[in-house]
């Protein structure tokens, strides 16, 4: 996310803020309630301006493009069929079998120092730490991999 140094700037992050994690909060609560939309909608004000806010004193600066967007559905399969993929390691070690760890290299083009590339970068660990078989483990610039830990094959 860019955080722009004017306070107009600043005031239109906010408020697309506060739009999305009211939507997200309305979403996982299924309702509109005259008792909890209003806490509801108070909750993501605040959380919006402490983001806004942490992010403009940190100097932190993504630029995410909508185009990230379109990632989702992959990795929403991906958390699902690892979740499925998970338990079976984990009834079988109830078992007594271990589970089949290791380390993988996966090549990935860190990019420059720009907002894009920071996003790209952020997402990209995030996305692969999403799933619950494989955690990324260090990000290695210099040779452009990802190191991955994966508990089953």
């Known amino acids: 996310m860019t955080v722009g140094t004017s306070w107009t700037e600043r005031a239109l992050a906010v408020m697309?803020?506060?739009?999305s994690?009211?939507?997200?909060?309305?979403?996982l609560v299924g309702k509109i309630d005259p008792q909890e939309t209003p806490v509801g909608l108070a909750?993501?004000?605040i959380a919006a301006f402490v983001t806004?806010?942490?992010l403009a004193a940190a100097g932190v600066r993504y630029a995410v493009p909508i185009s990230a967007a379109a990632q989702f559905p992959a990795l929403?399969?991906?958390v699902l069929r690892d979740t499925v993929l998970?338990?079976?390691?984990?009834l079988r070690a109830l078992g007594g079998k271990p589970p089949e760890d290791r380390l993988q290299r996966i090549p990935f083009d860190p990019g420059g120092d720009g907002a894009v590339s920071a996003a790209r970068r952020a997402l990209a660990v995030a996305g692969t730490s999403a799933a619950p078989n494989s955690v990324v483990v260090d990000a290695d610039a210099e040779h452009g991999v990802l190191i991955v830990h994966l508990l089953a094959r």
């Open 16 to 19: 697309l803020l506060w739009i």
């Open 21 to 27: 994690f009211s939507a997200i909060e309305a979403v």
């Open 43 to 45: 909750i993501a004000a």
């Open 52 to 54: 806004v806010g942490s």
């Open 76 to 78: 929403v399969w991906s």
């Open 86 to 90: 998970i338990t079976g390691v984990l």
